[in-house]
């Protein structure tokens, strides 16, 4: 695959953290469509705050992801490689709890069509809420990511060849086509039948093309990519994360009164896409900012893993409670406490057991020692390191520079 250059590049800590408040942003959405107190105003006034964190969130990691990714892009690597790392990445923290999820509740509400699309992370494809959001909710945001790390190598190769001056043009487009998008599918697709999103009802059929296929959301993940250039070109005009949160603030609160489908994404796709260049500055930069403390260090890299423990915690909990039980506010926020401690638990012995041993053992093909040397007496090849360097995509690892004798995978 291109790159733009071979020179190391600063580690995006100050990104790495933030992925956490994206991951906790979507957790705190599924805790308030759950209205967990009795007191209705408490509950009520929880669900119209958070009522749309959980599709921030989203397009938060899905821009991210095509920044990371062109970001630790470099000549050296191939498509085989790229893909082999995205799929180890991906896969064993899904698989593990896909099937604790399956144990756990879901295999009793899903068919065996639904449950082997959710294996395969194709569920988003089906343009139907009992699939795309079933068995490990979260999951299907997956299925996006892989089909975006399908055409990454050559969206990065077409996109690499637009000239520096046309980058913010191509963001502008690109910004353009998403908050155009709501206005298409209302104006091609039928209102019925309607769902709930969760506060506001809306076309269920708009909900699935805005918001969940795979072929309308690799815009965020492409906006991302161009970004990326942007920031690498030296384009970047230099404003700071503090104005753009404050802009975010204020399209967040403005998405609670537009219609159902324009709240998705388009609302908040501006600010989104500048603060993660901006915050990228900071370490472009070596800013000394709290983003980049070892604890929220530690939260960013295990967000992954906590964004697909916490529906589990969650749902589980529900139910050995009492699905239908509300709590006063204490207990209530107690509970909440007691979740949030327990997914964060889960989600580093999954980081700990399964994602950073996955990419140790497998995301790096092992060289054959040769029969030649070995055969003759002579020394077999030294072997490979045996800790490969986290790799970027969707909620997970930002990237080191690479070291000098070695190239980045």
């Not at 790392?85 to 295999?107: D, E, G, I």
């Not at 530690?298 to 964004?307: K, P, R, T, V």
Request: proline letters at 9%; charged letters at 15%.
């Amino acid at each position: 695959m291109t790159g733009e250059n071979t020179a190391p590049r600063p580690r995006l800590t100050s990104l790495t953290g933030v992925r956490f408040f994206a991951a906790f942003l979507v957790f705190l959405f599924h805790v308030a469509i759950m209205k967990p107190f009795a007191d209705q105003g408490v509950s009520e006034g929880l669900f119209t705050v958070f009522s749309k964190t959980g599709w921030v969130g989203v397009s938060f990691f899905f821009v991210l992801s095509g920044f990371i990714l062109t970001w630790s892009a470099r000549p050296s690597d191939t498509v085989g490689a790229f893909w082999r790392r995205r799929l180890v990445k991906v896969f064993p923290n899904h698989l593990v709890m896909y099937a604790v999820t399956m144990a756990l509740y879901a295999a009793a509400t899903v068919t065996g069509t639904t449950a082997v699309l959710n294996l395969l992370l194709l569920q988003s494809w089906v343009p139907e809420e009992s699939v795309y959001f079933s068995v490990d909710n979260p999951s299907w945001s997956l299925g996006c990511e892989l089909f975006f790390y399908l055409l990454f190598p050559l969206l990065h190769r077409w996109i690499g060849r637009i000239g520096a001056r046309r980058l913010w043009w191509c963001a502008g487009a690109l910004i353009a086509a998403v908050i155009a998008l709501p206005a298409v599918v209302t104006a091609l697709l039928p209102a019925e039948p309607s769902m709930m999103m969760p506060d506001k009802s809306g076309p269920a059929l708009g909900f699935w093309l805005v918001y969940v296929f795979p072929l309308t959301r690799v815009l965020d993940f492409v906006l991302g990519i161009v970004m990326a250039r942007i920031a690498l070109e030296g384009r970047w005009i230099g404003i700071r994360p503090l104005p753009l949160i404050a802009l975010f603030a204020l399209c967040y609160a403005g998405s609670l009164y537009l219609p159902a489908l324009y709240a998705l994404n388009a609302a908040t796709v501006v600010p989104l896409a500048l603060l993660i260049p901006a915050l990228a500055h900071l370490d472009v930069e070596d800013r000394k900012t709290w983003l980049r403390g070892r604890t929220l260090t530690l939260l960013g890299e295990i967000s992954f893993a906590f964004y697909l423990v916490h529906w589990p915690v969650l749902v589980y909990g529900r139910r050995l409670l009492g699905e239908q039980r509300q709590f006063s506010l204490p207990v209530g926020a107690a509970l909440i406490a007691l979740c949030v401690v327990l997914g964060l638990a889960l989600a580093w012995l999954l980081y700990v057991g399964v994602e950073r041993p996955a990419m140790r053992r497998w995301a790096k093909a092992r060289r054959r020692p040769d029969p030649t040397r070995t055969a003759s007496g002579g020394t077999p090849p030294a072997r490979p390191a045996a800790a490969v360097p986290p790799q970027p995509g969707p909620h997970d690892d930002v990237p080191a520079p690479p070291a000098p004798a070695r190239p980045a995978r």
